[in-house]
Nanobody, 122 residues
Framework: EVQLVESGGGLVQPGGSLRLSCAAS????????MSWVRQAPGKGLEWVSA????????YYAESMKGRFTISRDNAKNTLYLQMNSLKSEDTAVYYC???????????????WGQGTQVTVSS
């Protein structure tokens, strides 16, 4: 069964940090680009970041640059998102999503995880 399972969300104060993980199974993880996408309360999906199959190409949404770091460990079939300097507006459910190929193509995902809640509040 193809599966993505996120973890690492929680409640954090503004300015704090969290590290999200996404464990992949059921497919050849290092054949595919991966992304993080989030959905804030009452809003639509917002793309956060993406990484190519081997990590040599990385992309961020403008508001995340300098604060978030995407990475992957292909030996562990795991995708990560290190989030620093968190703001209240980062509150959202964060999803990892599998791309359809080795390189990132905007909006092209075929498998999603169940999401992990990140709440930034004092």
């Amino acid at each position: 069964e193809v599966q993505l399972v996120e973890s690492g969300g929680g409640l954090v104060q503004p300015g704090g940090s969290l590290r999200l993980s996404c464990a992949a199974s059921g497919f050849t993880f290092d054949d595919y680009a991966m992304s993080w996408v989030r959905q804030a309360p009452g809003k639509g999906l917002e793309w956060v970041s993406a990484i190519s199959w081997n990590g040599d190409r990385i992309y961020y949404a403008e508001s995340m640059k300098g604060r978030f770091t995407i990475s992957r460990d292909n030996a562990k079939n795991t995708l990560y998102l290190q989030m620093n300097s968190l703001k209240s507006e980062d509150t959202a459910v964060y999803y990892c999503a599998k791309g359809k190929g080795s390189g990132y193509v905007r909006g092209e995902y075929d498998i999603w995880g169940q999401g992990t809640q990140v709440t930034v509040s004092s």
